[in-house]
């Protein structure tokens, strides 16, 4: 299951279509972006130990440790998610929309 993190005080017409869950404060380990929320692209469950996230801000991606902070994928994690397409969607639709940010 994919996650985006964010910033749980994004206006409330980003957020509209999907359920988000707070999680405790961490930072984003390559652009170290404050995350306090996260959202699940079917708004089914809440995150849990090992479910991946992806940082919105620069894409980074990033796994949820037990305490639901977040942390540096394992080697091994990385190379299984390596090429996911669902991954691959979500980093181009992040990407799209931090265009149309600008």
């Given at each position: 299951?994919?996650?985006?993190?964010?910033?749980?005080?994004?206006?409330e017409?980003?957020?509209?279509?999907?359920?988000?869950?707070?999680?405790?404060?961490?930072?984003?380990?390559?652009?170290?972006?404050?995350?306090?929320?996260?959202?699940?692209?079917?708004?089914?469950?809440?995150?849990?130990?090992?479910c991946?996230?992806?940082?919105l801000?620069?894409?980074?991606?990033?796994?949820?440790?037990?305490?639901?902070?977040?942390?540096?994928l394992?080697?091994?994690?990385?190379?299984?998610v390596?090429?996911?397409?669902?991954?691959?969607?979500?980093?181009?639709?992040?990407?799209?929309?931090m265009?149309?940010?600008?």
């Amino acid at each position: 299951m994919v996650w985006a993190a964010l910033q749980d005080d994004l206006p409330e017409e980003d957020k509209k279509a999907v359920m988000d869950f707070s999680v405790p404060e961490s930072f984003c380990f390559a652009c170290g972006d404050k995350m306090d929320a996260a959202v699940n692209i079917d708004g089914t469950s809440a995150p849990h130990e090992g479910c991946l996230t992806v940082c919105l801000r620069c894409g980074h991606l990033m796994a949820f440790a037990a305490d639901l902070k977040l942390r540096e994928l394992t080697e091994l994690e990385m190379y299984d998610v390596a090429g996911d397409p669902q991954l691959l969607a979500i980093q181009q639709v992040r990407g799209t929309l931090m265009k149309e940010k600008k």
